[in-house]
């Protein structure tokens, strides 16, 4: 089975620290992708990455960075935290099958609140 | 670009009887396919169902099918026999052109009830 794991469950921060949220696949999947939830919103893309070192921005890429050096880790960074950042940040990864469409497996999921 | 619509934000249903969540989506392209995902309490998004706009038949996977009906451009789940541990938000979401990125609706969140 895939197996898609984030670094922390749960996480405070306080405004203005730098965050570092980890991701790891074990499935070898080229792609992988940063989404944040939010409540009534469902899941908004932040930054997606297709290859090693490559990234493309998503639909909501202010105040984030990433980083992909190792085709399984893919790390979310918040520079400069702040309150409107707490959210639940969900990754996931794929490996793309055109039968059967662009799956996506997801991790577990950090809940992350800037006070 | 591709809009989903969840229009339910929240359901509740009795435990043993079905239920159909709705989820509607526009789209230009000729060739495209809906998931349907479950996020429990936990978080973790499990992947449910899948199905390409191409396929004939709904695609079923155990006590869940999936109700494609492309001229009103809709996609429902049905979730037969409800369970309490189908209690959870339910999202349906479509792969972008030629893209390996969704685009998820809102969510529904169910309530099964004893």
């Known amino acids: 089975d895939v197996k898609v794991t984030q670094s922390s469950r749960y996480l405070v921060k306080r405004t203005g620290e730098k965050v570092f949220l980890e991701c790891v696949q074990d499935m070898d999947h080229e792609n992988m992708f940063w989404y944040r939830q939010d409540p009534g919103l469902g899941l908004r893309l932040i930054y997606f990455?297709?290859?090693?070192?490559?990234?493309e921005k998503g639909d909501i890429p202010e105040g984030y960075s990433v980083s992909r050096e190792k085709k399984e880790r893919f790390s979310l960074i918040l520079e400069s935290a702040s309150t409107n950042q707490t959210s639940m940040y969900l990754c996931a990864s794929s490996f793309p099958n055109r039968d059967r469409g662009p799956k996506q497996y997801f991790g577990p999921g950090t809940r992350l609140t800037v006070t | 670009a591709q809009k989903i619509t969840q229009t339910q934000p929240g359901m509740f249903v009795q435990e043993k009887e079905a239920v159909t969540l709705d989820c509607t989506y526009d789209t230009s392209d000729q060739s495209y396919g809906l998931f349907w995902y479950k996020q429990p309490s936990s978080g973790e998004m499990i992947f449910l169902i899948y199905q390409g706009s191409y396929d004939e038949q709904n695609a079923t996977e155990g006590r869940y099918s999936l109700n494609f009906q492309k001229a009103r451009k809709s996609a429902n789940l049905v979730i037969s026999a409800s369970q309490l541990g189908d209690s959870a938000m339910y999202f349906c979401?479509?792969?972008?052109?030629?893209?390996?990125?969704?685009?998820f609706g809102a969510g529904t969140t169910v309530t099964v009830r004893a």
């Open positions: 979401a479509m792969p972008l052109l030629n893209d390996y990125k969704l685009s």
């Open positions: 990455s297709y290859d090693v070192k490559m990234k």
